[in-house]
């Protein structure tokens, strides 16, 4: 009967722990990841039926997005008094190994953010981020590979960087099958976001919840290059840093490495208040990603994530299938 109770208290542990790896970000909000319960270890494997075959063809940004669900799943371990340890297995899967679970480890500071934490993709309030609180992120652990890089807004290098997301939207918004592959993932209104659970929801946008062929409509005259730009133009007048992260050498381990290290930032963010979003055109275009790390004087790295922090209102979340549904069953 003790065994049992173990293996039983074990699970709702390890299902706990995927719960909160479920909760991360990921590109299009397709939530790209499949978990599967070991005894002593949980794998995540790539989910390749949700992959982005044009915005994302080597399925870097679906690897990042492993590996931010990988550091949920670790904080929410540690919550539980569990030991991890990491490892990207064959370029192919995340094996997670837990050892302990029966401890009390000292608190997280990052825990209770993981539910709190949002892309908040709305114009900010132009407020600049205090040097101080800037230190506080700069003290975010980064895992070996990775770095990260902090423009701040006035700058000549942030002026150009918003440059290069320009670009980056004149090359996507004027190619078809990218703009087809964002709307096959827009969710129009709510009746259509709470059916599928994932994709870019309208509320996120901001965007009233109308008729679908209404909301359709719409959208279709504002995925231009023009209307793109313009919004992009705000965003980043009324934010206060760009943050770029990069790889050294572009590979699946350093993608998971990335991930891993974006979550950590993006909840210590959330924790001092401070919203963020994506600004991820420049790094998907490979030649535009390739002049902005020679001209940034970092002409070795690869430019991967690109993100915008400030300070804004909140907005409604994103849904999440259920995480149950993400649960590969033993063979
Ligand atoms: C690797 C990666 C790339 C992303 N790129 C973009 C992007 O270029 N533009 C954007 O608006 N959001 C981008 N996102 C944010 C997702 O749209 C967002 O995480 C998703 O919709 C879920 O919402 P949430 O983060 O509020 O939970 C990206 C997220 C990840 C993890």
Redesign the pocket.
Known sequence: MGVMNNIVAQNSDYLFMIESACKA?????TQPWLFKIGASEIDIYPDFSKELPIVDPSHR?LF??LG?ATENLCIAAHEKGYHTEVKVIENSFIRVLLTGGKEKLPDSLLFPQIAV???N?RVYNGEAIPESTINILKMVPIEPSVSIHFYRNGTVDYERIAGWVYAGNRLQMNDEAFKTELTDWMRYNKKQQDNTRDG?SYA?FGAPNIPLFMAKFIMSKLINEKTQNKGDQKKIASASHLVLFTTKDNTVEQWVALGRTLERMLLCTTQVGIAN?????PNEESGIAKEMAKQLQIPTEYPT?LIRLGYGKRMP??LRRDYRSCILSEE
């Open positions: 970000p990921s590109g299009h909000n940004e990042v997005s931010c934490r949002q892309t993709k870019l996120t979003a994506y600004l991820n055109q994530v979340y994103s």
